[in-house]
């Protein structure tokens, strides 16, 4: 109760100061390619219920037209010039704060997963549904940040962000939340969630 009290409370405050973020970006966004400004992607949450998460669009239109849904890469060709700005500081997810809200997303937790994507690695569409470790991730709803947002390398496989998202959930509370959060603000200005490198050091973290 105290998780979901702070996810309301914390993602209106940041609609509420994010507004003129939002007019910057979606001018941006529009300026340089005409396409839309939005983009909405199947993802996976709590108890595998499917919502409609909401991001800044980062990639060229019809980016998937073709080819299905692929996990994007470091440097990858489809990524807008706006988008690699957004990517970076991962402002292009700046409005799951709507998800957050209406309470499809925490603010830490899982990343919510798309319900089939290609590995960048083997190129190999699977469900995560099954991945055996599924159904304990999603006793908890997928969070805008998390432990292997923050600590995991960018290409990490599905199978090895879940040994960081099934550390968090044997360790979660509300301090740790705040760790996490205040990290991903480092990360933000940092402008370095697009690295390959280790963001953090993980040493004090036994995955």
């Not at 939005?38 to 080819?67: H, L, N, T, W």
């Not at 205040?182 to 200005?189: I, K």
Request: glycine fraction near 8%.
């Amino acid at each position: 109760m105290i998780k979901r009290a702070f996810d309301i409370f914390l993602s209106s405050l940041g609609l509420f100061f994010s507004f003129p973020l939002w007019l910057l970006f979606s001018f941006a966004i529009r300026l340089e390619d005409r396409g839309p400004i939005f983009y909405s992607q199947d993802r996976v949450g709590k108890d595998g219920r499917i919502f409609k998460a909401i991001k800044f669009r980062s990639m060229i239109p019809d980016a998937e037209k073709g080819i299905g849904p692929v996990q994007a890469e470091e440097s990858d060709s489809r990524v807008t010039k706006i988008g690699k700005i957004l990517r970076v500081t991962a402002m292009d997810e700046l409005p799951q704060l709507v998800n957050i809200f209406k309470g499809d997303m925490s603010f830490v937790g899982p990343r919510a997963l798309r319900p089939k994507e290609k590995e960048v690695q083997d190129n190999v569409s699977k469900s995560i549904f099954d991945f055996p470790e599924f159904s304990l991730r999603s006793k908890v709803r997928p969070g805008l940040t998390g432990i292997a947002q923050v600590f995991g390398m960018r290409n990490l496989t599905r199978q090895g962000k879940f040994k960081y998202d099934l550390w968090y959930i044997e360790n979660q509370g509300f301090f740790l939340d705040l760790y996490l959060i205040l990290l991903s603000f480092l990360v933000t200005l940092k402008a370095k969630w697009e690295t390959g490198e280790d963001k953090f050091n993980r040493k004090n973290f036994t995955f």
